[in-house]
């Protein structure tokens, strides 16, 4: 078992940055691979980061392209999430998820566990 815990939500106005943060316990963090999803009200979830299995590659959904940053301390086994140029369409419930090696990244169902999520509200 893996325990994620986000954090670092809020609200924030349109231009604005915020850092998410994924607190792992239980499983060696080293075993998963790392990324982050969203859902918006009346949405699916939807990609936006994530790590390679080896962690040398980062992927990112081309609406957050250039504006978000996935990184990880894996001293702290914290994955974070830099939001910056932040729009009211970035609006959502955000999750951490954790997959394990041969899983697709970009889809929910190749994840195996999740955080609660974190409330990120961009207002215009």
């Known amino acids: 078992q893996v325990q994620l815990v986000e954090s670092g939500g809020g609200v924030v106005q349109s231009g604005g940055s915020l850092r998410l943060s994924c607190a792992a316990s239980g499983r060696t963090f080293s075993n998963y691979a790392m990324g982050w999803f969203r859902q918006a009200p009346g949405k699916e979830r939807e990609f936006v980061a994530a790590f390679s299995w080896s962690g040398g590659s980062t992927y990112y959904a081309g609406s957050v392209e250039g504006r978000f940053t996935i990184s990880r301390d894996n001293g702290k086994n914290t994955v974070y999430l830099q939001m910056n140029s932040l729009k009211p369409e970035d609006t959502a419930v955000y999750y951490c998820?954790?997959?394990?090696?041969?899983?697709?990244?970009?889809?929910?169902?190749?994840?195996?566990?999740w955080g609660q999520g974190t409330q990120v509200t961009v207002s215009s």
């Open positions: 998820a954790a997959r394990s090696r041969y899983r697709s990244y970009d889809t929910s169902r190749g994840y195996d566990y």
